[in-house]
């Protein structure tokens, strides 16, 4: 280490070192395997529309929603207005905006890159699919019965369709709202950027599990066993995807993009994250407790609508444990890291002053 150069010392102590890599090299095989297959790159559109817009546009909102509060805490209502330029002046330095912009800007090019790879599966895997093996281990598991349609039985088709549709689809702002609600309220920059790391992480392993082992999903594979359902968001979301699936295949060079993988579940993997890093990160009980009720509902739903095999939600959990475990060793966040730095600090506390 003493012999490196000590620029690299410096990005290698860097907190988004790990998360800087990760980007450009995922960022760069998406961009190989759009000149290859001469399929050029988009930019999928989301909740508030392109990431590009909705990111930045998140931030800036949650930074003046976390101000806010502050200053009146602190200063008083009459004072709020001087008392957010005072904690702006005090608090949010150019090295603190650069991090957040740092993990939004990572998070934002694995995202992109990991749709466009997840595009790519017809065109690179053909149309081999496991889904045959994937349901008959769900049907072993659950006695030879179908694990969808248990819970049918045990739900009902009516208001607990609508119920899980609505929590599952609600997936879809709660990603980008958690990455800069943590960014840009958190004041420990590492926390920050260990979520950035741990969610940027699930779209690369995501696409890793993808071509590993291609699957279409339930409700894909055999949809007459999701008839019954009454016509909610996440029907209106499979659709949605079928559509893009037909088109990109028709025309790969065209807007459309193929969107359709099953093993293994990134709804999963990321709650899973999302839940397991608020609990290491110390935040709130009742902001933890919410994120665990929200993963055991997102795993029902998974199963209940067809959206994934019992095997995706076991992957899901392997990734978002495996990307907590990276993000926290990659920006210093670890327990043994923490510990480290204590001792460090004590022992540079208590030596004498010559």
Request: hydrophobic share 50%.
């Amino acid at each position: 280490m003493a012999s490196m150069p000590r620029w690299f010392r410096a990005f290698l102590s860097w907190p988004y070192a790990f998360a800087f890599c990760l980007s450009m090299g995922v960022g760069a095989t998406a961009i190989y395997f759009s000149q290859d297959l001469n399929v050029g790159l988009k930019d999928p559109e989301g909740f508030l529309g392109p990431a590009y817009i909705r990111l930045p546009m998140l931030g800036l909102l949650l930074f003046a929603a976390g101000l806010a509060p502050q200053a009146i805490h602190r200063y008083g209502v009459k004072h709020m207005l001087s008392g957010m330029r005072t904690i702006v002046r005090d608090e949010w330095t150019l090295k603190r905006v650069g991090y957040a912009a740092t993990g939004m800007v990572s998070f934002y090019i694995c995202y992109v890159s990991y749709r466009n790879l997840k595009s790519y599966l017809p065109l690179i895997g053909g149309d081999t699919v496991h889904d045959r093996a994937l349901l008959e281990l769900d049907h072993f598991l659950f006695f030879g019965n179908n694990p969808a349609e248990v819970l049918h039985s045990l739900l009902g088709t009516t208001i607990a369709a609508q119920v899980l549709a609505v929590l599952y689809v609600l997936y879809l702002p709660v990603v980008p709202i958690t990455v800069a609600a943590v960014l840009v309220l958190h004041r420990d920059v590492t926390v920050g950027a260990w979520y950035a790391t741990a969610v940027s992480l699930n779209w690369v392993l995501g696409v890793v599990s993808y071509y590993s082992l291609p699957t279409l999903g339930p409700a894909f594979y055999e949809p007459q066993r999701f008839a019954d359902l009454p016509e909610n968001g996440a029907t209106q979301l499979q659709m949605s995807l079928l559509r893009g699936a037909f088109g990109f295949k028709e025309d790969p060079q065209g807007d459309k993009i193929f969107g359709i993988a099953g093993f293994a579940s990134l709804h999963v993997s990321v709650v899973f994250t999302l839940a397991l890093f608020l609990h290491y990160a110390g935040i709130a009980r009742a902001i933890r407790y919410t994120a665990w009720v929200y993963l055991a509902f997102t795993v029902t739903a998974t199963l209940y609508l067809g959206w994934h095999y019992v095997a995706d939600d076991i992957g899901g959990v392997l990734i978002g444990w495996i990307a907590v475990a990276v993000g926290a060793w990659a920006t210093g966040n670890t327990r043994r890291q923490k510990r480290r730095r204590l001792e460090a600090a004590e022992q540079e506390q208590a030596e004498p002053v010559s």
